[in-house]
């Protein structure tokens, strides 16, 4: 580039502005070395998506874009749409065609794509694949269809229309008054419009007048959703007289350029450049494009014909260059807000205070005219403010584009905790949609971001384009609190946001002040979000009280005749045994007394987020029971951890020819130590028997003991049942031959719950479809056969787990729970069945959930009760552990509950785990954009310049003012590390 400005100027005519542009380049190429190792000078395609993006908004009034290849289109049709209004002989044709083509570029374009795929679907009669994929939303915006193109031809003919008359008879006019003119009752209409449309998105915040005061009509002291959604409604009123207003707006801005004189002088570059943006602007960034127009009046107004020079130029190129000062004024207003946070802090914060601290302040203050030139070059180029290691040494970062990384939207590190963000982002994505069209967010421009808490979770947003009618973002979520810097910085955002939601009633004057103005984030607003809330209990005096070890064996025992009942039921009517779902027919949620009131089960309005779980190491190999031993997470920042093989595994791998389904492995180092046979727990070391290598002991005589039963299926008597509904209730026949002495049965049959049985018989017995009369119900009852069968499997399954006596201790009670059973007589028996394996398993985890909800709230009083209780936990809860498939499925499908048991190694103790999806409220603030942009560039040149690949550098470590070590997580991998990050969702802000 350098070489072909000097051989441009060697062999032209004399051209003063081309000689000073190669005396500059020769002096600045001297330099180059120094400032590529200083990261100023910047990569070749970062400098193109730069200058390309630069004049797509500033220059043709678009919008950055969220890929490169959108902003490489949308560049090449905007230029396209300048020339040919350069071409357009009238000035009526150069008004309307900027007007059409202003609206239509605009618009969400990326939405036409999908709309034509799914035409061309429904026309040839196609569905998608998979079944998991959220319903497609009706509200408005959400998707292209018939209601969204009547709309947006409706408003492209009617600003036509009034575009061409309002030029028509009063563009051509010769002179105009600035007081009494067509044009100037626009103007004062603009004045008008911008002062209510500003007031009432500045009141629907928590802070007024850039963050600096609370609002006072905001709520206060938000207990929950209910109480916020009453006392906010004064609030939605505003907002929505400003969407109207909003709608107005772009109108009133068409007709102030229609009648304007300038456009008779249209057939010049930068003239015909203006208006093209003018046009074109309105639509893309109404609350911009007014602010700009304003500024333009208000001029004109001030100034009438004294400013030839201004006035020549033409309202088009005006509007474009008071678009650039005011983005360029912002720019250099946060970046100097930035510099001031990193100067002060560096000392006032005793962490951040380093040796040097003194000399970098002393340096920075006497040359404070450097500094500031700095900041202002930096803002000129529209290039992050670069704070080397964040200490306060301040260098331009290369220019790039507003997206800051060169990969695509949507990288991210997932882990298990990955899942709550993904289930959460749809209906955050509804919420943020309302409050993107109220303004309760402040003004939306490309390059902002967000956060939001709630809980243990934060949530980080990112403007990625804007246009008429639509907003694309991207989110991401971040780790749970981990890491001492991620909960210091966790600490001072809680902080924050009670300062501004939870303050009281009356606040005198002082008490109005943000005394958090100086930190990075600034809250905005609390949107409701349907989430799930995490509560955690220490199962101390529950799981270790030996009255209640006593009252499993009784809950699990009619647990699991409610299940084979159950199971005979489901199997009967044609329904599919499911190990990740439980097979009951959808119902409507039932409230939930001990864990408060729920939301509705209908699915929120939210938008089709895409999965980037995908990557999510889970093996799902249903057919094998080893599936979990060989699950990794390979995205462990410490690396891979060794597989562990439980005895359930060892077990599932000594059965030749048969199947079971996966469970969830125990804990790492729970309960088990480690050997030395390939990472093999102690405890599932079995005799040799169950391994089938047919030697060493304990030795078994098959052929002297004929008291072990040892039956094959056919050999088995026949059933006589007395009634015939019975043979809805027979279990399989291989269900029947536990290889168990029969007085082990006889002695524990006293333990049957006998009324139970009959009782969960009569309940179910009416559902089976036929002659279920109430004389048939009382035969099935008394049914002696069919009873007898059930009690024989009930108690087969309960001595394969080992509880015959009773549960001995909480970490036999924490091994059943996890499916890490301890090898037993019938132990081979029960897991080669995978149906049976995975009821008795189930079953035993109600019995556990059953004892943990009555030592909280109080013994279950009535069969009635009991039975309720068990249909609720099969139809809105998913009981087991958390590093299971169907845990992770049951939260992408909203089951309103979870419950799983785990084990605190470093306490000692047994916790119990419940998840809730309820509507709450999230909190989320504005973050100074070029503060995290600062920071993104540190992080880039740091790793990629200075290659400082420390884990525990400074440059990372918890600033309460910069966020610093939330910033560097929310970074695109490989340099920063969410654990969720969605593709681009669009929302409609109407």
Same mark, same amino acid.
């Given at each position: 580039?350098?070489?072909?400005v000097?051989?441009?100027d060697?062999f032209?005519?004399?051209?003063?502005e081309?000689?000073?542009?190669?005396q500059?380049?020769?002096?600045l190429? *001297?330099?180059l070395p120094?400032?590529?190792a200083?990261?100023?000078?910047?990569?070749l395609?970062? $400098?193109l998506?730069?200058?390309m993006?630069?004049?797509?908004?500033?220059?043709?009034?678009?919008?950055?874009?969220?890929?490169n290849?959108?902003l490489?289109l949308m560049?090449?049709v905007s230029?396209?749409v300048?020339?040919c209004n350069y071409f357009?002989?009238s000035?009526l044709?150069?008004?309307?065609?900027?007007i059409s083509?202003?609206?239509l570029?605009?618009?969400? !374009?990326?939405q036409?794509?999908?709309?034509?795929?799914?035409?061309?679907?429904f026309?040839s009669?196609?569905?998608h694949?998979?079944?998991?994929?959220?319903?497609? /939303?009706?509200?408005f915006?959400?998707?292209?269809g018939?209601r969204e193109?009547? *709309?947006?031809?409706s !408003?492209? /003919?009617v600003? =036509? &229309?009034?575009?061409? $008359?309002?030029?028509?008879?009063?563009?051509?006019?010769?002179?105009?008054?600035?007081?009494?003119?067509?044009q100037?009752?626009?103007?004062y $209409?603009?004045?008008?419009?911008?002062?209510?449309?500003?007031?009432?998105r500045?009141?629907?915040?928590?802070y007024?007048?850039?963050?600096?005061?609370?609002?006072?009509?905001?709520?206060?002291g938000?207990?929950?959703?209910?109480?916020?959604?009453?006392r906010?409604?004064?609030?939605y009123t505003?907002?929505?007289i400003r969407? *109207?207003?909003h709608?107005v707006?772009?109108?009133a801005?068409i007709?102030?350029l229609?009648m304007?004189?300038?456009?008779q002088?249209?057939?010049?570059?930068?003239l015909?450049?203006g208006?093209?943006?003018?046009?074109?602007?309105?639509?893309q960034?109404s609350e911009?494009a007014?602010?700009?127009?304003?500024?333009v009046?208000?001029?004109?107004f001030a100034?009438g014909?004294?400013l030839?020079g201004w006035d020549?130029?033409?309202?088009g %190129?005006? /509007?474009?260059l %008071?678009?650039?000062?005011?983005?360029?004024l912002?720019?250099f207003?946060?970046?100097?807000?930035?510099t001031?946070?990193?100067?002060?802090t560096?000392?006032?914060?005793?962490?951040?205070?380093r040796?040097?601290?003194g000399t970098?302040?002393?340096?920075?203050a006497?040359?404070?005219?450097?500094?500031? &030139?700095?900041?202002?070059?930096? &803002?000129?180029?529209?290039?992050p403010?670069l704070?080397l290691?964040?200490?306060?040494?301040?260098? =331009?970062?290369?220019?790039r584009?507003?997206?800051?990384?060169?990969?695509? =939207?949507?990288?991210?590190?997932?882990c298990?905790?990955?899942?709550f963000?993904?289930?959460?982002?749809g209906?955050?994505a509804?919420s943020l949609r309302?409050?993107f069209?109220r303004?309760s967010?402040?003004?939306?421009?490309?390059g902002?971001?967000?956060?939001?808490?709630f809980q243990?979770?934060?949530?980080?947003?990112?403007?990625l384009e804007?246009g008429?009618?639509?907003?694309t973002?991207?989110i991401?979520?971040?780790?749970?609190?981990?890491?001492?810097?991620?909960t210091v910085?966790?600490?001072?955002?809680d902080?924050?946001?009670?300062a501004a939601?939870?303050r009281?009633?009356?606040?005198g004057?002082?008490?109005?002040?943000?005394?958090?103005?100086?930190n990075?984030l600034?809250?905005c607003?609390?949107i409701?979000?349907?989430v799930?809330?995490?509560?955690?209990?220490?199962?101390?005096?529950?799981?270790?009280?030996?009255d209640?070890?006593k009252?499993?064996?009784?809950?699990?025992l009619?647990?699991?005749?409610?299940?084979?009942?159950?199971?005979?039921?489901?199997?009967?009517?044609?329904?599919?045994?499911?190990n990740?779902?439980?097979?009951?027919i959808?119902g409507?949620?039932?409230q939930?007394?001990q864990?408060g009131q729920?939301?509705?089960n209908?699915p929120?309005?939210? *938008?089709?987020v895409?999965?980037n779980?995908?990557?999510?190491?889970?093996r799902?190999?249903?057919?094998s029971?080893?599936?979990?031993g060989?699950w990794?997470d390979?995205?462990?920042?410490?690396?891979?951890?060794?597989?562990?093989?439980? =005895?359930?595994?060892?077990?599932?791998?000594?059965?030749?020819?048969h199947?079971?389904?996966q469970?969830?492995?125990?804990?790492?180092?729970?309960?088990?130590?480690?050997s030395l046979?390939?990472n093999?727990a102690?405890?599932?070391?079995?005799?040799?028997q169950?391994?089938?290598?047919?030697?060493?002991?304990?030795a078994?005589?098959?052929g002297?003991?004929?008291?072990v039963?040892r039956e094959s299926p056919?050999?088995?008597?026949h059933l006589?049942?007395?009634?015939?509904?019975s043979?809805?209730?027979n279990l399989p026949t291989?269900?029947?031959?536990?290889?168990?002495?029969?007085?082990?049965?006889?002695?524990l049959r006293?333990?049957?719950?006998e009324?139970?049985?009959?009782f969960t018989l009569?309940?179910?017995?009416p559902?089976?479809?036929?002659?279920?009369?109430?004389?048939?119900?009382?035969?099935?009852?008394?049914?002696e056969?069919?009873?007898?069968?059930?009690?024989?499997v009930?108690?087969?399954?309960?001595?394969s787990?080992?509880?015959?006596?009773a549960?001995t201790?909480?970490?036999?009670?924490?091994r059943?729970?996890?499916?890490?059973?301890?090898?037993t007589e019938?132990?081979?028996?029960l897991?080669?069945?995978?149906? !049976?394996?995975?009821?008795t398993?189930?079953?035993?985890?109600?019995s556990?959930?059953l004892?943990?909800?009555?030592?909280?709230?109080?013994p279950?009083?009535?069969p009635?009760? !009991?039975?309720?209780?068990?249909?609720?936990?099969e139809?809105?809860w998913y009981?087991?552990?958390?590093?299971e498939k169907?845990?992770h499925?049951s939260?992408?499908?909203?089951?309103?509950?979870?419950?799983?048991l785990?084990?605190?190694?470093?306490?000692g103790t047994y916790?119990g785990?419940v998840?809730s /999806?309820?509507?709450?409220?999230?909190? %989320?603030?504005r973050?100074?954009?070029?503060?995290?942009r600062?920071q993104?560039?540190?992080?880039?040149?740091?790793?990629?310049?200075?290659t400082?690949?420390?884990?525990?550098?400074?440059?990372?470590q918890?600033h309460?003012f910069?966020?610093?070590?939330?910033?560097v997580?929310?970074?695109?991998?490989? $340099?920063?590390?969410p654990i969720?990050?969605?593709a681009?969702?669009?929302?409609?802000?109407?």
């Amino acid at each position: 580039m350098f070489i072909s400005v000097d051989l441009a100027d060697r062999f032209s005519g004399p051209f003063p502005e081309l000689q000073l542009a190669s005396q500059v380049l020769h002096v600045l190429f *001297v330099f180059l070395p120094l400032l590529w190792a200083l990261g100023i000078l910047p990569p070749l395609d970062a $400098l193109l998506l730069w200058g390309m993006e630069q004049a797509l908004v500033f220059g043709l009034g678009g919008s950055p874009m969220s890929s490169n290849l959108g902003l490489l289109l949308m560049f090449g049709v905007s230029a396209g749409v300048a020339v040919c209004n350069y071409f357009i002989p009238s000035t009526l044709g150069v008004v309307l065609f900027s007007i059409s083509t202003g609206f239509l570029l605009s618009l969400d !374009l990326g939405q036409v794509g999908t709309f034509c795929r799914r035409r061309a679907a429904f026309g040839s009669h196609g569905f998608h694949r998979g079944g998991s994929s959220p319903p497609a /939303l009706t509200s408005f915006g959400w998707n292209l269809g018939c209601r969204e193109l009547l *709309v947006y031809l409706s !408003l492209l /003919l009617v600003a =036509v &229309a009034e575009a061409g $008359l309002l030029h028509h008879f009063f563009g051509s006019a010769q002179s105009q008054n600035l007081v009494t003119g067509p044009q100037a009752l626009v103007s004062y $209409l603009l004045l008008v419009l911008f002062c209510l449309c500003w007031a009432l998105r500045e009141i629907q915040g928590a802070y007024v007048f850039g963050g600096m005061f609370l609002n006072p009509l905001y709520p206060k002291g938000m207990s929950n959703v209910q109480t916020f959604m009453q006392r906010i409604k004064g609030l939605y009123t505003a907002a929505a007289i400003r969407r *109207v207003l909003h709608l107005v707006s772009p109108f009133a801005m068409i007709a102030f350029l229609s009648m304007d004189q300038s456009l008779q002088l249209l057939h010049r570059v930068s003239l015909c450049v203006g208006f093209t943006r003018a046009f074109r602007v309105v639509w893309q960034s109404s609350e911009d494009a007014l602010l700009q127009m304003v500024v333009v009046v208000l001029v004109r107004f001030a100034a009438g014909n004294t400013l030839p020079g201004w006035d020549d130029l033409g309202t088009g %190129v005006q /509007l474009l260059l %008071v678009g650039l000062l005011i983005d360029r004024l912002t720019q250099f207003l946060a970046k100097l807000k930035f510099t001031l946070t990193v100067l002060v802090t560096s000392w006032t914060e005793k962490k951040q205070r380093r040796q040097s601290a003194g000399t970098l302040l002393a340096l920075n203050a006497s040359l404070f005219p450097i500094l500031l &030139a700095v900041v202002t070059l930096s &803002a000129l180029l529209s290039a992050p403010l670069l704070p080397l290691f964040t200490l306060p040494i301040f260098l =331009v970062g290369f220019p790039r584009p507003q997206r800051s990384w060169p990969g695509p =939207v949507g990288t991210a590190c997932p882990c298990l905790d990955s899942v709550f963000y993904q289930q959460m982002s749809g209906s955050l994505a509804s919420s943020l949609r309302m409050a993107f069209a109220r303004g309760s967010l402040g003004s939306l421009a490309p390059g902002s971001h967000f956060l939001g808490r709630f809980q243990d979770r934060m949530v980080w947003i990112m403007i990625l384009e804007r246009g008429y009618g639509y907003c694309t973002v991207n989110i991401k979520g971040l780790e749970l609190q981990e890491t001492s810097c991620h909960t210091v910085e966790a600490r001072r955002v809680d902080e924050v946001f009670e300062a501004a939601f939870e303050r009281p009633e009356r606040l005198g004057f002082t008490q109005g002040f943000n005394l958090h103005w100086a930190n990075s984030l600034t809250p905005c607003a609390a949107i409701a979000v349907r989430v799930y809330s995490d509560a955690r209990n220490v199962l101390s005096g529950i799981i270790d009280s030996h009255d209640n070890l006593k009252k499993i064996q009784e809950d699990f025992l009619k647990a699991l005749v409610w299940m084979l009942l159950r199971h005979c039921v489901q199997k009967h009517k044609g329904f599919l045994w499911s190990n990740e779902e439980g097979p009951g027919i959808r119902g409507r949620k039932s409230q939930s007394s001990q864990l408060g009131q729920t939301t509705s089960n209908q699915p929120p309005e939210a *938008v089709i987020v895409e999965s980037n779980m995908s990557s999510l190491r889970f093996r799902q190999d249903s057919s094998s029971l080893t599936s979990f031993g060989d699950w990794s997470d390979e995205d462990d920042l410490f690396g891979p951890q060794p597989a562990r093989r439980t =005895v359930a595994l060892v077990t599932a791998e000594a059965q030749p020819g048969h199947t079971t389904l996966q469970t969830g492995a125990s804990l790492p180092g729970s309960v088990e130590m480690d050997s030395l046979f390939e990472n093999m727990a102690v405890s599932a070391l079995q005799p040799l028997q169950p391994l089938g290598l047919g030697i060493g002991m304990p030795a078994v005589d098959k052929g002297q003991n004929p008291e072990v039963f040892r039956e094959s299926p056919g050999s088995l008597p026949h059933l006589n049942f007395s009634c015939p509904q019975s043979e809805v209730f027979n279990l399989p026949t291989g269900w029947r031959t536990a290889p168990l002495l029969p007085s082990c049965l006889l002695q524990l049959r006293a333990l049957f719950p006998e009324d139970w049985f009959r009782f969960t018989l009569g309940r179910f017995g009416p559902i089976v479809p036929g002659d279920t009369t109430e004389d048939m119900t009382k035969a099935l009852k008394e049914d002696e056969a069919l009873k007898e069968l059930h009690a024989q499997v009930a108690l087969s399954c309960l001595i394969s787990l080992g509880a015959e006596s009773a549960f001995t201790s909480p970490s036999y009670v924490y091994r059943l729970y996890c499916g890490d059973i301890p090898w037993t007589e019938g132990l081979n028996w029960l897991s080669s069945s995978k149906e !049976l394996y995975q009821l008795t398993l189930r079953a035993f985890r109600f019995s556990f959930k059953l004892l943990f909800d009555q030592a909280s709230l109080g013994p279950i009083e009535s069969p009635e009760e !009991l039975f309720s209780t068990l249909e609720e936990y099969e139809r809105d809860w998913y009981i087991g552990l958390v590093t299971e498939k169907g845990w992770h499925d049951s939260i992408l499908q909203e089951k309103p509950f979870l419950f799983s048991l785990g084990h605190d190694l470093a306490m000692g103790t047994y916790t119990g785990r419940v998840l809730s /999806l309820q509507e709450q409220l999230v909190q %989320v603030g504005r973050l100074n954009g070029e503060g995290v942009r600062g920071q993104w560039a540190n992080l880039s040149w740091e790793l990629l310049y200075a290659t400082n690949d420390d884990e525990e550098r400074y440059s990372i470590q918890a600033h309460p003012f910069m966020l610093r070590n939330l910033t560097v997580q929310a970074a695109d991998p490989p $340099l920063g590390y969410p654990i969720y990050s969605s593709a681009p969702l669009h929302f409609p802000c109407l």
